[in-house]
């Protein structure tokens, strides 16, 4: 059906696609997972509670996450100069991809946090327990089966957003089924670039529910 080359450039792209997607959603829980623990630490029934603190992080979350990610990758396309020294490619897809995820795996991490049952967090204030210590030792391993859950769900979204990124010079799958799906009327070579990104969702979805079910040994 496809020649050597073409075989060739479609697995280029997936592993470029990979590699914007690992990279970008590693450093966007980096970045997220301590957005998403101050929010639920910081909140008005939280821990250590700093309602200003909580008030200006949640509205530069809410901000970030409401723009448009081609928008969003326009916007930063200076930022991204600075930081890798080009604005096309995979590494300078990678910036803008970590911004616009980060804020979206801080409101998981947050949901996964707030789901943490409030007597154990108590059980370990009584015993003395520091706000580092109930983060460390009480809320991310209670937390940690929905934690790896959102981290597939991060990772399939980061995953749609390396693929809109080949509109605006990305790599990847999204710059094949642009350059030849759509610019050249290669119907085979879009179709085959969607096929291989719905393999992909389903790989890192089956991962994510199956290291999910191992992590699954919560505090009693």
């Known amino acids: 059906m496809f020649d050597q080359a073409t075989i060739e450039m479609l697995l280029e792209g997936v592993v470029d696609t990979l590699y914007m997607t690992l990279v970008s959603t590693f450093f966007s829980y980096v970045f997220g997972m301590m957005m998403g623990t101050v929010l639920v630490i910081c909140r008005q029934d939280g821990i250590t509670p700093r309602p200003m603190i909580y008030a200006v992080l949640d509205v530069v979350v809410n901000l970030t996450r409401s723009f448009p990610f081609l928008i969003l990758m326009i916007a930063v396309i200076p ?3 600075l930081l890798v020294g080009t604005t096309i490619g995979n590494n300078a897809t990678v910036v803008p991809l970590v911004i616009a995820a980060a804020p979206f ?6 949901s996964s946090l707030l789901e943490v049952d409030g007597g154990v967090i108590e059980a370990a204030q009584s015993m003395g327990a520091s706000t580092m210590q109930i983060i460390m030792k009480v809320l991310l391993p209670e937390a940690l089966p929905s934690l790896i859950n959102g981290s597939a769900i991060a990772a399939t979204t980061i995953l749609g ?7 605006v010079g990305g790599g990847g799958l999204g710059k094949l089924a642009i ?3 759509y610019n050249r009327y290669q119907t085979d070579i879009m179709f085959i670039t969607v096929v291989l990104l719905i393999v992909i969702v389903q790989v890192f979805q089956s991962f994510g529910n199956w290291a999910t079910k191992r992590s699954d040994r919560r505090i009693s």
């Open 105 to 110: 795996v801080a409101r998981l991490v947050e």
């Open 161 to 167: 957003y390396s693929a809109m990124s080949g509109a």
């Open 179 to 181: 350059m030849y799906g």
């Open 79 to 81: 930022l991204t100069r």
